[in-house]
């Protein structure tokens, strides 16, 4: 098993969720695979990639197609694809072993010019999901219908962790603007890394945690396009754009 590599420039996404109808995904990935191959960058799939609670397997594996072809083309290119494992996608990692990615990762440390970096697509600092996995699970595949007329629910729901998050810290007096991911990440800094990548949350945000050291949430391609560049050390969250270069 793999969990730490060198790489100058890495890309980081999550949450594609590809499988589930509401996806936006595949419609937005080719172009962007397309740029890792031809601009030299590898590719961490942040985990999430594929969805196994809300999809049928016909479904998904009509739509991992195209993607997989996009990444085969990338390996061949002589760029590396991680895959680390999240919580919608844990059921198919001997799939993703022999199929999508070089290396299945339940997650990756990265050392790029003098930084290092960890990637973790975070699920296991969600409360709900630590807690309660077997209602969790269930909630999740229920909230499949919901995206019909809500396809951001996701976000909704760490919007509502957040302000759980600052009522908890209000009545113990604390200051302290955080969340649970902010605090993961934090511990985890202070083992030496210099940045620390999440997705879970999809909410795409950027955040100094202590001097000189960020957390960054790669947000996510289920209705969005962020992602997280790693260059020569530098980390920093940035947005596609199918009509051009990307965004930081």
């Given amino acids: 098993m ?17 499988g589930n109808p509401y996806s ?7 172009g962007f695979l397309r740029y890792c191959r031809e601009a030299g960058w590898d590719l961490c799939i942040n985990g999430d990639g594929l969805e196994i609670l809300q999809a049928s397997f016909g479904v998904l ?5 195209d993607i997989m072809t996009g990444l085969q083309e990338l390996v ?9 494992i999240g919580n919608h996608d844990i059921a198919l990692e001997h799939l993703l072993q022999t199929s999508l990615a070089s290396a299945i990762c339940p997650f990756l440390n990265v050392t790029s010019g003098e930084s290092r970096v960890r990637v973790e697509h975070g699920h296991l600092y969600d409360p709900s999901f630590v807690k309660h996995p077997v209602l969790y699970e269930t909630l999740t595949r229920l909230a499949g219908p919901v995206l019909d007329w809500y396809p951001d629910i996701y976000k909704a729901w760490t919007g509502y962790q957040k302000m759980k998050d600052r009522w908890t810290r209000k009545r113990a007096r604390s200051d302290l603007e955080a969340s649970v991911y ?12 210099d940045a620390v990548i999440f997705g879970h949350t999809h909410a795409a945000e950027q955040v100094e ?10 947000g ?4 969005g396009t962020s992602y997280v560049a790693i260059d020569h050390g530098r980390v920093y969250l940035a947005s596609w754009k199918q009509d051009g270069p990307p965004e930081a």
């Fill in 182 to 193: 902010y605090e993961a990440a934090d511990r985890i800094l202070r083992r030496g890394f």
């Fill in 209 to 218: 945690l202590l001097p000189g050291k960020v957390y960054v949430n790669s």
């Fill in 24 to 30: 936006l995904a595949k419609r937005n990935l080719g």
């Fill in 61 to 65: 594996a009509r739509d991992a197609l």
């Fill in 2 to 18: 793999q969990i730490a590599t060198k790489s100058d420039r890495m890309l980081v996404i999550s949450d594609l969720h590809i």
């Fill in 220 to 223: 996510n391609w289920l209705r």
């Fill in 76 to 84: 061949r290119a002589g760029r590396r694809v991680f895959y680390v």
